[in-house]
């Protein structure tokens, strides 16, 4: 079994940064892309970055300039550092990663939330 867990979620004002980080933990032998994605209130779940395993990122045009996803493939470990924050980033952040147990699946955090203020 595989669990994601996300932290460094919170309240900040616009302008200001964050850093979220995902930790995968469990019966894992590999460890492929990760991503994180965000959903709002009354909208869909998005994708914000996705890194894969060799290191190469993907970012949504909304954050680009402003956010950085990065990975430590020894421990398993995902961050999101988020600069310039804006009141529309508010939502609540998931990590994705695939993951080998052998087998290669798809795992999500339990998500954490994200407020800015204007």
């Known amino acids: 079994q595989v669990q994601l867990v996300e932290s460094g979620g919170g309240l900040v004002q616009a302008g200001g940064s964050l850093r979220l980080s995902c930790a995968a933990s469990?019966?894992?032998?590999?460890?492929?892309?990760m991503g994180w994605y965000r959903q709002a209130p009354g909208k869909q779940r998005e994708l914000v970055a996705l890194?894969?395993?060799?290191?190469?990122?993907n970012y949504a045009d909304a954050v680009k300039g402003r956010f950085t996803i990065s990975r430590v493939n020894g421990n398993y470990t995902a961050y999101l550092q988020m600069n310039a924050l804006k009141s529309e980033d508010t939502a609540v952040y998931y990590c994705?990663?695939?993951?080998?147990?052998?087998?290669?699946?798809?795992?999500w955090g339990q998500g954490t939330q994200v407020t800015v203020s204007s």
């Open positions: 469990g019966s894992i032998t590999d460890f492929y892309n």
């Open positions: 890194i894969r395993r060799d290191g190469t990122t």
């Open positions: 994705k990663a695939m993951v080998e147990t052998p087998i290669l699946s798809a795992y």
